[in-house]
């Protein structure tokens, strides 16, 4: 439904639809308007269309108009660029006029829709933020003191990375920026063969049995097959960071391995981050540090599925340094 707003100039009174970032006039207010007769107006937006200056689509809508007898039509109304065009034709200071205080209404109108906009993608990030704190929060009562070090790690760097501590940077609302060259592709034998070397070594030291990584039916090969799929011929998951999110998250939520699904996701996580080169920051830094590795895999254990896309966000939040060159 538009938005009506009242141009007066003294010698004339106008309900003006104000609506798409526009104001629309029909024939017969445009006639007021410029002091001349609808038949008059109605020539001049005819040869507007003719010769091609607007296109009819962009610039005509239906809108119910309540007539003088009470009733409601529907009229054809034309937005600012004919009302202009009209303007321009007929030579008329009223016309001038207008254009002025339209223009002067559109820009109230834009940055009053844009600070409205701003307040609630804010609240928004606001309700996320708290959601993932308290999931965190709850994961917390399950974890011991150097996995609660890590949730507060988690909790730091994913508040910064929204800007709403101390305020909002609306530079935040961009996407993240996230790493479009796959370096490396997962296959379900390379996976497998990694987990194994993974097994050998954790047997050695007394951290695993037998049972450790053995599969129930083939279900890593659908782990692995879910973060490449494709729609008409695009990925689902475009970029590397969403590609290890979403398989961290199916290891450990999915339980494909009769024993050590936590360790195995975290494991191949960090595998997919280092063989796709993202696994650091520009100073050598690690992206994701044992303590906060070791919390997520709790908080992804301990979730409930409809809390899936707040963590995918989250561990998004934490992948993301902003330094990388080959981002979108």
Do not use: C
Request: hydrophobic letters at 40%; charged letters at 25%.
């Amino acid at each position: 439904m538009s938005e009506i707003v009242i141009y007066e100039d003294g010698q004339i009174s106008l309900n003006v639809s104000l609506e798409d970032e526009s104001v629309w006039l029909s024939q017969k207010q445009m006639a007021d308007l410029f002091h001349k007769n609808v038949r008059t107006i109605n020539e001049h937006i005819i040869n507007i269309f003719k010769e091609g200056e607007l296109e009819k689509k962009a610039v005509i809508r239906n809108f119910r108009i309540t007539a003088d007898d009470g009733k409601r039509y529907l009229t054809n109304l034309y937005n600012l660029d004919v009302v202009i065009s009209v303007g321009y034709r007929v030579k008329s200071k009223e016309g001038t006029k207008f254009r002025i205080w339209a223009t002067k209404v559109l820009k109230d109108y834009l940055l009053k829709g844009y600070a409205l906009n701003q307040k609630i993608l804010n609240r928004q990030k606001i309700t996320e933020l708290n959601k993932t704190l308290n999931l965190i929060k709850n994961s917390i009562n399950q974890a011991n003191l150097i996995q609660s070090k890590g949730f507060i790690e988690i909790i730091s760097k994913y508040a910064k990375s929204w800007a709403l501590l101390q305020g909002y940077d609306t530079q935040s609302l961009k996407e993240m920026a996230q790493t479009n060259i796959n370096n490396f592709i997962l296959d379900y034998n390379e996976a497998k063969k990694a987990i194994d070397e993974f097994k050998k070594e954790l047997i050695k030291k007394g951290e695993a049995s037998n049972l450790f990584g053995q599969e129930k039916a083939d279900e890593l090969k659908g782990n692995i097959l879910n973060i490449y799929q494709t729609f008409q011929g695009l990925e689902l998951l475009p970029s590397v960071e969403q590609k290890a999110a979403n398989l961290l998250y199916y290891i450990v939520k999915g339980h494909p391995f009769i024993d050590g699904n936590k360790r195995i996701g975290a494991y191949l996580f960090i595998l997919f981050l280092d063989k796709n080169k993202i696994l650091y920051k520009n100073d050598n830094e690690l992206k994701i540090n044992d303590n906060a590795l070791a919390s997520l895999t709790i908080l992804i254990a301990t979730s409930k599925p409809e809390s899936k896309d707040i963590i995918i966000k989250l561990i998004l939040n934490i992948l993301y340094d902003g330094e990388s060159d080959d981002k979108i």
